[in-house]
């Protein structure tokens, strides 16, 4: 399996950005799907993830500092999974990580199984 994590870029403290994750291969939609992120100095941490396919949606976890601010999903028939950041703040400033994982859900980064190469989020102040 291969990720591509794209959408990215500059915002203002209070914006929004959309990050999606394109998965390639053998893509199956019961991968669990996540979200990390690495600021500058600090250890990767987990953001949010999402499990396998479901007919209701997926379950949902999130870290407490995003909880109510970002909101991920996935589009099974496009092999997309994405990460609605909303109310950004600069200490959400990072290059973040999509990752894909047999497990059903899980936030752990050791759980993770496959990575797309990361894509550069800023907020300014």
């Known amino acids: 399996v291969q990720l591509q994590a794209f959408g990215g870029g500059l915002v203002q403290a209070g914006g929004s950005l959309r990050l999606s994750c394109a998965a390639s291969g053998r893509t199956r939609s019961d991968y669990a799907m996540g979200w990390f992120r690495q600021a500058p100095g600090k250890e990767r941490e987990f953001v949010a993830t999402?499990?396998?396919?479901?007919?209701?949606?997926?379950?949902?976890y999130y870290a407490v500092s995003v909880e109510g601010r970002f909101t991920i999903s996935r589009d099974n028939a496009k092999n997309t999974v994405y990460l609605q950041m909303n109310s950004l703040k600069p200490e959400d400033t990072a290059v973040y990580y999509c990752?894909?994982?047999?497990?059903?859900?899980?936030?752990?980064?050791?759980?993770?199984?496959?990575w797309g190469q990361g894509t550069q989020v800023t907020v300014s102040s």
């Open positions: 999402i499990s396998m396919n479901s007919m209701s949606g997926g379950r949902t």
């Open positions: 990752a894909a994982t047999l497990a059903y859900i899980t936030t752990l980064e050791s759980g993770y199984n496959y």
